[in-house]
Every structure is written in structure tokens, then in C-alpha cells.
């Protein structure tokens, strides 16, 4: 369902001002010095659908901030490596402290492949505009439809991973939030599970924690969808380009000749919001395998994790975060290690075969957000507990996406030489001229491609 305006009557004029720039001014207080890690130690640094529009807090999802925040031990210097990526394998008899990590040499701005820019590189061609994407515009309804389709999806088959569709987005406002269905060609409601993935990328803008192309959406079956209060939202324009990358999972005894995936936009125009404009925010992503390349790992037997460290381009703060994990995981967290405190945390959500069915997330703008900062370095991590006795079929992957609130208000500058940029897009449009247009579920790549 669309937000409404009645949503204002919920907010006092107190929670506009903060949302508006006040809770920007907040200061972080004072941590406490570092306590024992009761044997969480053991498992430390191992680690949307996340979703790139956060939402309510629910289940296992927890916060720490401030003097709330939880310990996390051998916190790194301020101004160390921008970035490194490691899995380790945790015992089960392990001690507390125990880790037994294979990290990465770090990387930073001195090194070649974290050069700002490449005179001598060139980005891949976008692809062309054809009929299997499509939006449709409802300006009375404040809503874009995101049309794919039709896609033939056979009984059994192969995950079906189209091309990279291109399509314009005229909206001149504050995107909100999104829906998604899977539907026949009479708009009849087909199995949710049909769609495995689908990813909306903003090909002329950049992350916040890395050069790649903006991920706006990444949804998969266990989001439904994902709103924010119409008093902020995703800055648009009629000019916005997107990519739309999906991947279909055709289900075991029933085919669909013609299936069509619609992701429907929320949004305020900029001209007729009312009485307060919305704040602009955001969306930003990361992985615990890095900006760029495959997102998923091996998970053999065991427990296991996967951890990535960067630093955010802007300062600003964290209104909305979830995240998104495989079967057998066991929690994914965003630490900021130069002040060792656990921003979040959240526990998968399972099925009575205890498959992985959704992660909670959070909604954090209602108290004026997690304050994050250029010159902190931030961990996403996330661990695994595989039980059975051969690597898990699905493998492991670990993401988070959110929604931030820029102090300054601007975004970086963005370069379409920068080598992150090219070779992330590069990844994601080959990903399905790679399969063939299908492709096993081991080598998708969501929620970042």
C-alpha cells in the first residue's frame, strides 16, 4: 500500500525538525572502553533479500549505538586499510579469542586497483531499450510499474536469468518504497516463488561505500516489499536511467508459459508534496565478498564466515538497514571497527524445515538514525553453521542494504573511468551472456548483480 499523507499525524513538528537536519548535528557519544567478548570472539568477523529501503524492526534484529553498543575486540587504528575481504572456519570446541582468519593484504588509495580512475579504461555499453521491459506511469495513483516479461518458465527448469533490461524512469520526486508480484498476462497472481531475485540499479550514480553503479532496489522472495515515511525519500528525476537485472526459479511440477515479474514504485512528485518536502536519502549496499565480482562462497561442512571493510564516502546517518542470508546461517552484522561498536545485528528467519525464509530489519529514522563517518571503517560480516556432512548446495552469501541521510546533503562525485565502476558493471551484464540466459542458483550474484 502507498504511504499516505495521514502519516504526518503520527510525527510531531519535533521529529520533522530532527529528521530534517538536527539529528545530523547529534554527536556520538562517548564509547565505553573495550570489555571481554563473552565467546563471541570466536566467531568474530564472520558473517535483501536485503532491502534497499529498510523497514520495520522485527524478530532477532538488533542495534547498538552509543553507549548501547556491544564490544567488539582488536579494534584496528583509525586511517588503517579502506578495505579487505577473509573467510575463516570456526572450531566448534574453539576458545574464546580464538580465530583462525586468512585476511587479505589491505588495500588502499596508494594501490593500483584502488586508483580513482583509469583515463585508459571504458565502461560497457548499456544495453538497448526493447520489449521485455516497460513502465507504466499511474500519476493519480503516485505509482511507476517496472514490467518484465513475458519469460516462459518450465516445470523443473533452470533458474531463467534474462538480459539486463534498460529502461527510463520519468519521475520528477521521492521514490518511497516498492511492491513486487509475479503475474499472468491477465494480471492473475502467480506463485511468489517464481521470482528468485530482481535487482534495480542506477547506472549514473555511486554507492555509498564503494565507486559501483547505485543498487535502489534488491528484493528477492523473502521480501515482499519495503516503504519509508513519505517525509523522506529517494531523490529522482525525469532524466533517471535504470537497470533492472532478475532471476526467475521455475518450480518443480507446474510450468508458466508466460510469466511477468511487476515491481511497483511509490512516490511523492516534487511538484504538489504538501506542506513539508521530503528529505532526500539514499540507498546504499555492501557484501561481505566486496564491491565487486561473485557473491556467493563456498560453505562446506562446518562453521564458517566471510567479513569486507570500507569506509563510507559520505558522513550522514543510517535511517533503515536490512539484509540477506542463505540456508544454515546463523546472524550477518555491520560493526564500525574504529570504535569497535556493533551497529546491527539480525538473526535469519526459518521455516518449520529451518530453511532461511527472511532476515529482520530495522527501521531507525523514527530516533534520528546511526551516525556513520568518513574516517571510520566499517565491517559487514556474517556466519554460517553448516550441518550436513558436504558443502551446502545453495552456498553462503551475506548483504545488507539501507537507506542513509547525507550530512552534507550531496553525493560523491561520480566517474564513469573509475575501475571499480566498470569492472562491477561489466560483472553485472555479463552475468546472463555468461548462463545462456539460465543459470544454476551457485552462480547468481544477488543481491548485488
Known amino acids: 500500500m502507498r504511504p499516505r499523507s495521514s502519516e504526518l499525524l503520527f510525527l510531531s513538528v519535533a521529529m520533522i525538525v530532527a529528521l530534517a537536519g538536527a539529528a545530523l548535528a547529534l554527536a556520538a557519544r562517548p564509547a565505553r572502553p573495550p570489555a571481554p567478548d563473552s565467546g563471541q570472539a570466536a566467531q568474530d568477523s564472520g558473517a535483501a533479500t536485503g532491502a534497499a529501503m529498510g523497514n520495520a524492526a522485527a524478530g532477532d534484529a538488533s542495534l547498538a549505538s552509543g553507549e548501547d553498543a556491544s564490544r567488539i575486540p582488536e579494534t584496528p587504528p583509525p586511517g588503517q586499510a579502506a578495505a579487505?575481504?577473509?573467510m575463516h572456519h570456526v572450531a566448534p570446541d574453539a576458545e574464546p579469542g580464538a580465530d583462525s582468519s586468512m585476511r587479505m593484504p589491505p588495500m588502499n588509495a596508494d594501490s593500483p586497483d584502488m586508483s580513482p580512475e583509469d583515463p585508459g579504461a571504458a565502461p560497457p555499453q548499456l544495453p538497448e531499450t526493447n520489449d521485455l521491459i516497460r513502465v507504466v506511469v499511474r500519476e493519480e495513483d503516485r505509482e511507476a510499474e517496472v514490467i518484465i516479461g513475458p519469460v516462459a518458465l518450465t516445470a523443473g527448469g533452470p533458474h531463467l536469468r534474462p538480459e539486463v533490461q534498460l529502461a527510463g524512469l520519468p519521475l520528477d520526486g521521492w521514490l518511497h518504497g516498492f511492491?513486487?508480484?509475479?503475474?499472468?498476462?491477465?494480471?492473475?497472481?502467480?506463485?511468489?516463488r517464481l521470482l528468485h531475485h530482481v535487482n534495480v540499479i542506477d547506472p549514473d550514480n555511486r554507492e555509498l561505500f564503494s565507486a559501483v553503479p547505485r543498487r535502489i532496489i534488491a528484493a528477492g522472495r523473502e521480501t515482499s516489499g519495503e516503504a519509508l515515511p513519505t517525509l523522506i525519500g529517494y531523490p529522482m528525476s525525469r532524466d533517471t536511467r535504470i537497470l533492472v537485472s532478475?532471476?526467475?526459479?521455475?518450480?518443480?511440477?507446474?510450468?508458466?508459459?508466460?510469466a511477468y515479474l511487476h515491481v511497483t514504485l511509490h512516490y511523492t512528485p516534487r511538484e504538489g508534496y504538501g506542506l513539508v518536502a521530503p528529505r532526500s536519502v539514499f540507498p546504499f549496499y555492501l557484501d561481505v565478498m566486496g564491491p565487486v565480482g561473485e557473491k556467493e562462497f563456498p560453505l562446506p561442512p562446518g562453521t564458517h564466515g566471510m567479513s569486507w571493510e570500507g569506509s563510507p564516502a559520505v558522513d550522514g546517518r543510517i535511517l533503515g538497514i536490512g539484509g540477506?542470508?542463505?540456508?544454515?546461517?546463523?546472524?550477518?552484522?555491520l560493526e564500525d571497527v574504529t570504535d569497535g561498536k556493533i551497529i546491527?545485528?539480525?538473526k535469519p528467519e526459518v521455516d518449520a524445515n529451518g530453511s532461511t525464509i527472511g532476515v529482520p530489519a530495522s527501521m531507525l529514522w523514527w530516533r534520528g538514525g546511526?551516525?556513520?563517518?568518513?574516517?571510520?571503517v566499517y565491517r559487514i560480516s556474517v556466519q554460517y553453521s553448516n550441518p550436513l556432512d558436504h558443502p551446502a548446495p545453495d552456498g553462503g552469501m551475506g548483504a545488507i542494504g539501507g537507506v542513509?541521510?547525507?550530512q552534507s546533503g550531496v553525493w560523491p562525485d561520480f566517474s564513469r573511468s573509475n575501475p571499480d565502476y566498470i569492472a562491477d558493471l561489466r560483472n553485472t551484464l555479463d552475468k546472463p551472456r555468461q548462463a545462456g540466459g539460465h543459470a544454476g542458483h551457485s552462480a547468481h550474484g544477488m543481491p548485488g548483480n
Not at 532478475?246 to 508466460?258: D, H, I, K, T, V
Not at 540477506?324 to 552484522?333: T, V
Not at 546511526?370 to 574516517?375: I, S, Y
Open 84 to 86: 579487505h575481504e577473509h
Open 179 to 192: 511492491s513486487w508480484e509475479m503475474r499472468d498476462r491477465e494480471g492473475g497472481a502467480l506463485p511468489p
Open 246 to 258: 532478475a532471476m526467475f526459479a521455475p518450480l518443480p511440477a507446474e510450468s508458466f508459459g508466460e
Open 324 to 333: 540477506h542470508m542463505h540456508d544454515f546461517a546463523d546472524w550477518i552484522r
Open 344 to 346: 546491527w545485528e539480525a
Open 370 to 376: 546511526v551516525r556513520v563517518r568518513t574516517d571510520h
Open 404 to 406: 542513509i541521510l547525507s
